[in-house]
């Protein structure tokens, strides 16, 4: 890897040329087929078997994919990505191709509410989770039983910013030989590599940042090469092949891709691609214009609490500034008693109402009334959920123009 002492964007935006591409493109093209052919069928039973790199049927990878991939790989600075059709396709499968029935995991409580929901699912078929306050390595070392085999935490929580004790869990994780699986959506690897702090697999949503337009669904899983599988009873025998740092990725790939079939398409990965080349510049707009807009907000009179790591009262403010290049993009206010969050919203002109997360263009949601409605209240209350509370996806727009929106709007 010659190019590993180059920065970030040097790095990934030449990737995809460091393979041969078909008439010097720059970039891999799009490959619609679904299927491959062999002249001699030797070679396609060696591709079947594992002997041989290649390709066979769209569901387990295609050459566009792989070229994301490999993008990816070289972003977390690890050793290989598998591809899915969502962020949640990515969970999912891998936790289904690496636990089984009896086997338990400790879950940070501090979750994206569909993550909150499929770890429930899990259980009702017999994998046991046990939610912790993952900011204290404590609360997750007294989780811990002998049928423990992994640990789930994401960077930055979301709606309240909590952040986790990544490298204290990543201590705990070690010294009791449990796999370390670490949700990097919102910091993504521009701000921060799970590998350093001894993740084991590596998720990200590339539907927010990496994408970054709001254009394509998609997620990946990333081996980091930290974990020895050897003493892990759920490989099975046929991926126990080569470096055992290596083997979960083989059976993420057959037993949970191949098998569940939620496979990233061509058109997605190619649109995915082209977004994550500006990562780095839209991640270092994006925080700046969060930081601003949070400076601002913290003295506002219409405004009772902001929830930004960035912020110096935030009680993981320091962990945030050490573990971190930038603190994010995304945070949440609490309105006072008297402003009505929908009025609130509504008056928003720039800011666009959306669900969604890691735009382009900035995005405001009532957090209690849509996204964290599913859970009740008393889950809502126990994750600190207040009702008016307001989260925000900070965009590139131009930090004046939305400090002047946010003005007006609280103007009410
Ligand atoms: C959005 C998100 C996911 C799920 O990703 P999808 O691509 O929407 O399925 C997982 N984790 C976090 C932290 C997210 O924000």
Redesign the pocket.
Known sequence: MATKSRGFTSTIVHTDRRDPIEHGSIHKPVHTAVTYSYDDARDLAAVFQGEKGGYTYGRQVNPTVTALQDKISMMENSLSTAAFG??????GTTLFALLRAGDHFISSSFL?G??NSLFNSFAAHGIEVTFVDATSREEVEKAVQPNTKLVFV?TIA?PRTQVSDLEGIGEVCREHGLIYFV?N??TTPYLFQPREVGASLI?N????YIGGHANA???SVTETGNYDWSDFPNIYDNYKKGDPSGWAIQQIKKKGLRDFGASLGPEAAHHISVGSDTLALRMERICSNAQTLCEYLSNHSKVKKVYYPGVADHPEHERSSTLFRHHGGIFSIELVDDVDCFDFINKLDLVICSSN??DTRSLAIPVAHSIYFEMGPERRASMGIDDSLVRFSMGIEEPDDLVTDFEQALGI
């Open positions: 969502t962020g949640m396709a990515a969970i994206f569909n993550t994401e979301n949700d959506t919102m998720i949503s590339l539907t927010k669904l998609g997620g997360l890691g």
